[in-house]
């Protein structure tokens, strides 16, 4: 988990209210990812951004929010409109495959449990 | 489309035997092919890559895995299983020419004494 952060580890909100999950990277990566993990579904990729200022819709983008406003950061924000918000969230990063084919690293999770 | 596919939920090994998690992928092009293993409520780690070069690729924790084009399969294994190796594992897969990554659905090793 080294190098990436994300807080809080465990989340509870109400329904109806927004809540933003915080990613942060000091790995000086230029691609950031949030992914949402369901039991038996493995990884869903929700937002992805090659570099500042630019992100795109993944698979599974409805309900979800991002900025880019900064390499470092890469907020998601999980909105009212979300059905399902319950979920274990994981954002990763990964160099830019410009030079060479890198891996991502990925952070310890948010666990966000709506009621 | 691309696609991931790891068609066992869970594998059972005894402890010292090999293991085998099975991966299949299809993807457009030549595909870089990544294994990741995640414990309970943690990220997931990287534990090996295929890039180009000898179909068998050695990783971290003394994991190594075959990729075979015409099967297109990349398989994780290891000659002597751990207690410590049961975990989650997933598979991924990125296209040549675009960096998004795809993931199977995991498989969850149990490595029992």
């Known amino acids: 988990d080294g190098g990436i952060t994300q807080s809080p580890k465990y989340l509870f909100r109400k329904e109806g209210q927004n809540v933003t999950l915080s990613c942060e990277q000091n790995?000086?990566?230029?691609?950031m990812y949030w992914y949402r993990q369901d039991p038996g579904q493995g990884l869903r990729l929700i937002y992805y951004?090659?570099?500042?200022?630019?992100?795109q819709k993944g698979d599974i983008a409805e309900g979800y929010s991002v900025s880019r406003e900064k390499k470092e950061s890469f907020p998601l924000t999980v909105t009212s409109a979300q059905k399902n918000p319950t979920a274990f969230y994981l954002c990763?990063?990964?160099?830019?495959?410009?030079?060479?084919?890198?891996?991502?690293?990925f952070g310890p999770g948010t666990r966000l449990t709506v009621t | 489309a691309q696609s991931v596919a790891q068609p066992e939920d869970q594998v059972n090994v005894a402890e010292g035997n090999p293991l085998t998690v099975k991966c299949t992928y299809s993807?457009?092009?030549?595909?870089?092919l990544f294994w990741y293993v995640q414990y309970p409520n943690r990220g997931l780690q990287f534990l090996l890559k295929?890039?180009?070069?000898?179909?068998l690729v050695k990783g971290s924790y003394g994991f190594e895995a075959e990729f075979n084009k015409s099967q297109t399969s990349f398989h994780l294994k290891k000659p002597s299983a751990l207690v410590s190796d049961s975990a989650l594992y997933f598979c991924?897969?990125?296209?040549?020419?675009?960096?998004?990554?795809?993931f199977g659905s995991g498989t969850k090793l149990n490595v029992k004494p």
């Open positions: 790995l000086n990566h230029d691609a």
């Open positions: 295929y890039i180009t070069g000898d179909n």
């Open positions: 990763a990063s990964s160099a830019e495959a410009l030079a060479g084919v890198y891996e991502q690293y």
């Open positions: 993807v457009s092009g030549n595909p870089y």
């Open positions: 991924a897969v990125r296209p040549y020419n675009f960096n998004k990554f795809y």
């Open positions: 951004s090659q570099i500042v200022n630019d992100f």
